[in-house]
């Protein structure tokens, strides 16, 4: 039957499908959020991957660079849809301080609105419509839509033991496998640190998995979008959950030494600055082709040549951006370090992050049954019981039931351990 309003298939679906299922839960608790002194009792929102941990200091520098810098005539006309070049210079200039991989060329960065929208614009420019793009399990759940809604790309959930390597031989069955179901492995994509798990990659499994996907002509992408939010690992309360000294590499390092036409690097603004509202990403490749295509349709993508001109502004003042990455990691380190040590004083399983916005932890002792309806009742549970919100469980693409991700940066220090004493009276509540 026709529909009276009209719509297009796309936009049908587009109406009918919320952006994510825990939106209504999330405003209820913006309307009623956990202060101190002034509500004790307030809802505390562990859901949402922002980190607020910054804000306080990047806002003082945006307000005075507003007051006292003078507005560039090239803000008010059309830019380079990849991006104005001496942004895109600041942004390499960005990576090459904290990423620490030097020389980055600019005419290899391609930037958009956000991380979402470089997903979208790579995705459309690598793969075709019923193409497979691999991701490790568990991972992040919006990937499914950012590659699904423009690009008609499918994801394919990986299944790797929960902090093991990624192996070589599954990775060939998984592309068997796709090309069984009649469509084509074409894309290999990782985050790291990952979201949600905090796990980071050797250099030597990056190489690895490099030299299989440029063999196997598969585009090979690391998402770095939480690569300046990392985990202290020498702080006493978590030191012991590292045995070894693994660091976090950027894959830059490996697409620079390579420069491969299968090898990209995705970044975006929105975590490490805690900046999602201004809409700032980018991918970095030595695909000349890919780079060119980005540029002739990327307009519709695009970010305003205004919110170019401020971040070119905040990310050349070299001084103030040290500041922030220090105070933010550290931040970041002390409000992880409370979760966990709370962790461990419940005994509750969890795998040890190395950077990202959050720990990745394992309730399944709590479920009352072992599948999606079980994991939402008890996601509901915890809100009702405790006003904490945690992010829902479906859509990470794994098969163990049970875990869910805290958001560790949403709240200064005093929040989250409000939050750990509520969540250790729910365990104690349950386990009596
Ligand atoms: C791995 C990953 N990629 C992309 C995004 C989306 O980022 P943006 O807000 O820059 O579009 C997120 C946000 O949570 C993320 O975790």
């Given at each position: 039957?026709?529909?009276?309003?009209?719509?297009?298939?796309?936009?049908?679906?587009?109406?009918?499908?919320?952006?994510?299922?825990?939106?209504?839960?999330?405003?209820?608790?913006?309307?009623?959020?956990?202060?101190?002194?002034?509500?004790?009792?307030?809802?505390?929102?562990?859901?949402?991957?922002?980190?607020?941990?910054?804000?306080?200091?990047?806002?003082?520098?945006?307000?005075?660079?507003c007051r006292q810098q003078t507005l560039t005539d090239?803000?008010?006309?059309?830019?380079?849809?990849?991006?104005?070049?001496?942004?895109?210079?600041?942004?390499?200039?960005?990576?090459?301080?904290?990423?620490?991989?030097?020389?980055?060329?600019?005419?290899?960065?391609?930037?958009?609105?956000?991380?979402?929208?470089?997903?979208?614009?790579?995705?459309?420019?690598?793969?075709?419509?019923?193409?497979?793009?691999?991701?490790?399990?568990?991972?992040?759940?919006?990937?499914?839509?950012?590659?699904?809604?423009?690009?008609?790309?499918?994801?394919?959930?990986?299944?790797?033991?929960?902090?093991?390597?990624?192996?070589?031989?599954?990775?060939?069955?998984?592309?068997?496998?796709?090309?069984?179901?009649?469509?084509?492995?074409?894309?290999?994509?990782?985050?790291?640190?990952?979201?949600?798990?905090?796990?980071?990659?050797?250099?030597?499994e990056l190489n690895q998995l490099a030299d299989w996907?440029?063999?196997?002509?598969?585009?090979?992408?690391?998402?770095?979008?939480?690569?300046?939010?990392?985990?202290?690992?020498?702080?006493?309360?978590?030191?012991?959950?590292?045995?070894?000294?693994?660091?976090?590499?950027?894959?830059?390092?490996?697409?620079?030494?390579?420069?491969?036409?299968?090898?990209?690097?995705?970044?975006?603004?929105?975590?490490?600055?805690?900046?999602?509202?201004?809409?700032?990403?980018?991918?970095?490749?030595?695909?000349?082709?890919?780079?060119?295509?980005?540029?002739?349709?990327?307009?519709?993508?695009?970010?305003?040549?205004?919110?170019?001109?401020?971040?070119?502004?905040?990310?050349?003042?070299?001084?103030?951006?040290?500041?922030?990455?220090?105070?933010?990691?550290?931040?970041?380190?002390?409000?992880?370090?409370?979760?966990?040590?709370?962790?461990?004083?419940?005994?509750?399983?969890?795998?040890?992050?190395?950077?990202?916005?959050?720990?990745?932890?394992?309730?399944?002792?709590?479920?009352?049954?072992?599948?999606?309806?079980?994991?939402?009742?008890?996601?509901?549970?915890?809100?009702?019981?405790?006003?904490?919100?945690?992010?829902?469980?479906?859509?990470?693409?794994?098969?163990?039931?049970?875990?869910?991700?805290?958001?560790?940066?949403?709240?200064?220090?005093?929040?989250?351990?409000?939050?750990?004493?509520?969540?250790?009276?729910?365990?104690?509540?349950?386990?009596?």
């Open positions: 039957m026709k529909q009276a309003n009209n719509l297009s298939k796309r936009g049908i679906k587009a109406a009918a499908n919320a952006m994510r299922v825990d939106l209504d839960l999330y405003y209820q608790v913006l309307e009623n959020p956990y202060h101190p002194e002034k509500n004790p009792t307030g809802a505390i929102p562990m859901n949402m991957a922002e980190n607020h941990l910054g804000w306080e200091l990047l806002h003082e520098k945006i307000q005075h660079i090239w803000t008010s006309s059309y830019g380079d849809p990849a991006g104005v070049l001496s942004f895109r210079e600041a942004v390499c200039g960005y990576f090459e301080r904290f990423l620490k991989v030097k020389p980055l060329d600019p005419a290899n960065l391609a930037c958009s609105a956000g991380a979402t929208a470089v997903i979208e614009m790579s995705s459309f420019l690598l793969a075709n419509p019923g193409d497979t793009a691999v991701i490790p399990a568990p991972s992040y759940p919006v990937y499914t839509a950012d590659l699904q809604v423009f690009s008609g790309v499918e994801r394919y959930d990986l299944q790797v033991e929960m902090g093991k390597a990624i192996s070589l031989v599954k990775l060939d069955e998984a592309k068997s496998s796709i090309k069984a179901s009649g469509s084509e492995c074409k894309l290999l994509i990782l985050t790291q640190p990952d979201n949600p798990t905090g796990k980071i990659y050797t250099l030597q996907c440029i063999s196997n002509e598969v585009h090979m992408i690391v998402n770095e979008i939480y690569g300046m939010s990392l985990i202290d690992t020498q702080h006493p309360t978590i030191t012991k959950d590292y045995p070894t000294d693994d660091c976090f590499h950027s894959f830059l390092q490996v697409i620079e030494e390579r420069k491969s036409p299968f090898l990209h690097f995705w970044y975006s603004f929105s975590k490490d600055l805690g900046i999602s509202g201004f809409r700032v990403g980018a991918m970095y490749s030595h695909n000349q082709e890919l780079i060119k295509g980005y540029r002739n349709v990327g307009l519709s993508h695009a970010i305003s040549n205004y919110t170019q001109w401020l971040m070119q502004e905040v990310l050349t003042d070299t001084a103030f951006m040290d500041r922030f990455i220090t105070h933010s990691q550290a931040a970041l380190t002390e409000n992880y370090a409370a979760i966990i040590h709370t962790l461990k004083s419940l005994k509750i399983p969890y795998t040890p992050s190395y950077g990202s916005l959050f720990v990745w932890a394992n309730l399944s002792e709590f479920l009352q049954e072992h599948s999606a309806a079980g994991e939402e009742k008890l996601w509901l549970d915890i809100f009702h019981e405790t006003g904490i919100l945690l992010t829902p469980t479906n859509g990470f693409g794994h098969s163990e039931k049970g875990w869910y991700r805290m958001v560790i940066s949403s709240q200064p220090l005093e929040g989250i351990q409000e939050a750990m004493r509520r969540l250790s009276s729910f365990v104690s509540y349950r386990r009596a």
